[in-house]
């Protein structure tokens, strides 16, 4: 059977203030077909829209079989945030770059995290969610990326774990990852870092590699001190 199909749907919507499953007709379902919708799906559904039970790549498909609709042509996103903290993104950033092998093993991924991450850290971060007619909501998030934009990270309550958000769900497009990259985040050193992989059963070669990377680095850094010294 080929074309639009008009049964009722099962979908999630907002009831009796919690997240339920019911059913509706196509017509008044949309589909989840962006990242930061989902992250705030349940903020959508209490503006009383209906979401298709399959989202993101699972339901790609639903628009043109089932007739629903994709929310990326009803809603748009913007960020808003009070300021840019230069010393954190620094901060934050010095720490993505040291780790960025370990995380890349770690995660297990078919390709690096980017050496040239543009992030910025911030305070206050939420996204703006409205239509054509109007604002449906303004709602606090961890992180955001858009296109080629800057990595906005939200230090305003916990910055390990807003990073480690931002890294999964918007650079390595695998928000399940979430909770790995912010372990690793966290440790206090080095060393930490390869207990932490050595207990995620990173092999003894890509751990040679992570360290072999971090000896690397420091001694560019030594060598740029003593050109420093040198020219002062």
């Avoid at 799906?41 to 989202?55: A, N, S």
Wanted: proline letters at 4%; charged letters at 35%; glycine letters at 6%.
């Amino acid at each position: 059977m080929t074309g639009v199909q008009t049964c009722a749907l099962p979908i999630l919507a907002w009831v009796n203030d919690r997240e339920t499953m019911i059913f509706a007709p196509p017509g008044e379902v949309y589909y989840v077909d962006e990242p930061h919708f989902d992250e705030v799906r349940r903020e959508i559904m209490r503006q009383g829209y209906k979401l298709f039970i399959l989202h993101l790549d699972a339901g790609r498909k639903a628009p043109g079989i089932l007739g629903v609709r994709p929310l990326y042509g009803e809603l748009q996103a913007t960020p808003q945030y009070d300021a840019e903290a230069d010393a954190e993104s620094r901060r934050l950033f010095d720490r993505y770059l040291e780790r960025r092998r370990a995380l890349t093993y770690a995660a297990k991924l078919s390709k690096p995290l980017p050496e040239n991450l543009h992030l910025a850290a911030v305070r206050g971060l939420c996204l703006q969610l409205t239509t054509k007619e109007r604002e449906v909501a303004n709602v606090d998030v961890m992180s955001w990326r858009r296109e080629d934009g800057p990595l906005l990270v939200n230090i305003e309550k916990d910055e390990w774990r807003a990073l480690a958000n931002g890294l999964a769900a918007r650079i390595a497009d695998d928000a399940a990852k979430s909770d790995l990259f912010e372990n690793l985040l966290r440790a206090a050193d080095r060393e930490e870092v390869l207990d932490r992989l050595r207990n995620l059963g990173v092999t003894e070669e890509d751990l040679q590699e992570v360290t072999t990377e971090w000896n690397h680095d420091r001694g560019r850094n030594e060598d740029q001190d003593r050109q420093g010294d040198q020219d002062g």
